[in-house]
């Protein structure tokens, strides 16, 4: 193995360590595979498209859900209707949650989605407890102003 290169080119200093906030490869680059196989396919992809389209119409089964995912690609996420009431106080979120808990108890969501739900609540739960800490705050700084 060869010597490390250091200077302003390599991103490395003296000792050939990379510097903070150096992340690597320039933002954007691509791999050198990646490069290859766009030139190779270059101009190509009418005639590729135009012969997956031949082989779904003819019955390959693999042409065919090729051709389908990029007409309708697979949903990731589907949108959720669920009333959650109107957060304004900590005592809001135990309320919140016990609609995402009976909601999923009765199968109008998922595990996954009440548990996205919950984490937003929670959210809300530490944006009101922050709230909560500013005006705490600014009081005792107001107080403490009076003295």
């Not at 390599?10 to 903070?20: A, E, L, V």
């Not at 906030?21 to 954007?28: L, Q, S």
């Not at 199968?107 to 996205?116: I, K, N, S």
Request: overall charge positive; hydrophobic content about 35%.
């Amino acid at each position: 193995m060869g010597a490390r290169k250091s200077g302003p080119d390599t991103g490395r200093d003296s000792k050939g360590r990379f510097g903070p906030g150096n992340a690597g490869k320039p933002r954007g680059s691509r791999h050198r595979t990646t490069q290859a196989v766009e030139a190779l396919l270059d101009g190509e992809a009418e005639a590729l498209t135009r012969k997956a389209v031949a082989l779904a119409m003819e019955g390959d089964t693999t042409a065919l859900r090729l051709c389908l995912e990029r007409i309708a690609p697979p949903r990731r996420e589907a949108p959720v209707t669920v009333e959650i009431p109107t957060i304004e106080t900590a005592g809001d979120l135990p309320k919140a949650i016990a609609v995402l808990l009976q909601a999923a108890g009765r199968g109008d969501l998922t595990p996954g989605e009440a548990g996205r739900l919950a984490a937003l609540v929670g959210e809300a739960g530490k944006a009101l407890e922050l709230h909560d800490i500013e005006a705490r705050l600014q009081r005792l700084e107001g107080q403490q102003a009076q003295r």
